[in-house]
């Protein structure tokens, strides 16, 4: 059986930018998805809900990102970057799960909005880990 090898070096300073690249991909493919999905909400007959009450949804998971962003930071202070990482990436991912099993639309803005605040909080820390791991010339291009 061979034993777990913890990345160093080089590999470690490629895979930790990658990894975090891809964290922020869900964020904006979730941003964009609910675009996409918006006009299916309008037609679903057990919710019966208005194109206000589906842009106010919308708006629920951009309250929530707004107030991750400002929130993790002090957080990320008092517990490190890594942790808020996976803390952050756990949480948004619980919520988006439960968006697509919500009964109500009531429930489905509150997760909404929930997993915002765990998409909000994981961008910034995941550029802060990022950049950490990167050489000069690495940082200067992203």
Do not use: H
């Not at 930018?17 to 979730?30: M, V």
């Not at 890594?82 to 509150?110: D, N, Q």
Request: positive net charge; aromatic residues 12%; proline residues 4%.
């Amino acid at each position: 059986m061979t034993a777990f090898r913890p990345l160093r070096g080089k590999r470690l300073r490629a895979f930790v930018p990658a990894f975090c690249r891809l964290i922020i991909f869900f964020d904006g493919y979730d941003v964009s998805v609910f675009g996409a999905t918006a006009p299916e909400l309008l037609k679903y007959p057990q919710w019966d809900l208005d194109a206000a009450e589906v842009g106010g949804i919308a708006s629920l998971g951009l309250i929530g990102l707004l107030l991750g962003a400002l929130l993790c930071g002090f957080a990320t202070d008092l517990l490190g970057r890594k942790r808020m990482v996976i803390f952050c990436t756990s949480w948004f991912s619980v919520f988006m799960l439960a968006c697509a099993a919500a009964p109500t639309s009531e429930l489905f803005g509150l997760f909404r909005f929930l997993g915002g605040v765990g998409l909000g909080g994981v961008i910034p820390v995941c550029i802060a880990l990022a950049v950490g791991f990167m050489n000069n010339q690495q940082q200067i291009l992203g």
